[in-house]
Every structure is written in C-alpha cells, then in structure tokens.
C-alpha cells in the first residue's frame, strides 16, 4: 500500500511561517491534500489539489507538491491553527485512499 | 447545506455485531461516492473503503478488507458500516465522508463521527 510520511510535530511561534512535509514516493505526480483537525472535531479540508484553497479557508494557508514533497504553509500562524494535521492522497496504481501520519502543530 | 449526520455512539461486547449509519442531505446522494474513515484513540485517520452509492460499487483498504463491510440504501440515502463480530480492537471513532466527486480524491465533507466502544 501506497504510504505517506509526516513529522510527528512541528512548533512555530505566533506570526511566524509553518512549513508541515509529507512524503511519499512520486507523491508530486498526484493530487495531495491536506485537513485540520482540532481536538474533539471532524477533520476540515484546507488544502485540495494540491494547492487548491476550498471556500472560507483563511489566505495565510497554501500548499505545494513536487517530487516525493508534498508541503502545507502557514504564513502568520495564529493559536488558532494549533491543530493536527493530515496530509491525503489517491494511489492512482490501487484506486485507494491513502493518509500521512498526522503532524501536531504547536503554537508557542 | 450539504450535510452527513451519523449514528450515535455504541457500547458493544465482543463477539457482537454493529451496523452504524451516514444519512446525507442537501445534496444528490448518489453522485459523490462515501468513503469511511476510522480513528482509534490518540491515533490518525486510517481510511476503511469506499462505496459509490449509485451502484454500490465498493472498495477496501487491504487493512480492512474480510472485516467490515461497507453498504448504502439510495433510497433513504444512507450508507453503512457495519461489523459481523466486533473485537476490542475496533473500540474507535469512525467517520464517513464524501468525496468531492466521484473520481475524486479528498473529500469535502465529513459527518460528525460515531464512537463505539467494544468491552466485556
């Protein structure tokens, strides 16, 4: 099966820019995605296709995907993006679902 | 306003089986596939299989597959999850949620999850 790897957590302090990597072998010749999910909370997609932000996702975040490098960016982190953090992809050879780890976001 | 409202929680014993349900509304249910999304305690999301609910068309994730098995009614459009003989293992949150298009990869709405607990 197709696997995604994420770092368990990353720190960045308030105002300052999160870099969260996911990857994955070819991962840039697919789409990746990316959801938040706060504690006690369904996940909510921030980042489709790549780089695609859906409706009411705030600018600051943004994505990237290339080589084995998936990457979610978030400029001018607020506390409230502490969150974990899921990268997603399709294994295109299988026709499945496939999911990164999850990455801890602290805002300290 | 599309919406996916779940079955709410359960407490089984091992060795029973469950079915937990996804009603969605405000939109056509038969054309976004579901997909079911399990997290056990303090883990990540591990993604069970799929179904397309316009013809029921189902796909697993080989760590699922033989275990669970995945259903819709399009007439009452819901879909289902369900477990012949539950194990404690199984004690999780599970979510549905739709694909942003059949074809598609992520999915844009998740419903608010169901958690069961399996324990003798």
């Known amino acids: 099966s197709y696997e995604l790897t994420q770092p368990p957590s990353v720190s960045v302090s308030p105002g300052h820019t999160a870099s969260i990597t996911c990857s994955g072998d070819?991962?840039?010749?697919?789409?990746a995605c990316w959801y938040q999910q706060k504690p006690g909370q369904s996940p909510v997609l921030v980042i489709s296709?790549?780089?695609k932000r859906p409706s009411g996702i705030p600018e600051r975040f943004s994505g990237s995907n290339s080589g084995n490098t998936a990457t979610l960016t978030i400029s001018g982190t607020q506390a409230m993006d502490e969150a974990d953090y899921y990268c997603?992809?399709?294994?295109?050879?299988?026709?499945?679902?496939?999911f990164g780890g999850g990455t801890k976001l602290t805002v300290l | 306003e599309v919406q996916l409202v779940q079955s709410g929680a359960e407490v089984k014993k091992p060795g029973e089986s469950l079915r937990i349900s996804c009603k969605g509304s405000?939109?056509?249910?038969?054309?976004?596939?579901i997909s079911w999304v399990r997290q056990m305690p303090g883990k990540g999301l591990e993604w069970m299989g799929r179904?397309?609910?316009?013809?029921?068309?189902?796909s697993y994730s080989p760590s699922f597959q033989g275990h669970v098995t995945i259903s819709a009614d399009k007439s009452i459009s819901t879909a289902y999850l369900q477990w012949s003989t539950l194990k404690a293992s199984d004690t999780a949150m599970y979510y549905c949620?739709?694909?942003?298009?059949?074809?598609?990869?992520?999915?844009?709405?998740w419903g608010q999850g169901t958690l069961f607990t399996v324990s003798s």
């Open positions: 405000g939109y056509s249910f038969t054309s976004y596939w």
């Open positions: 997603q992809a399709w294994d295109s050879n299988t026709a499945k679902v496939a």
């Open positions: 070819d991962l840039g010749y697919k789409y």
């Open positions: 949620a739709r694909h942003a298009s059949s074809g598609s990869s992520h999915f844009d709405y």
């Open positions: 179904i397309d609910p316009s013809d029921s068309y189902t």
């Open positions: 296709q790549d780089t």
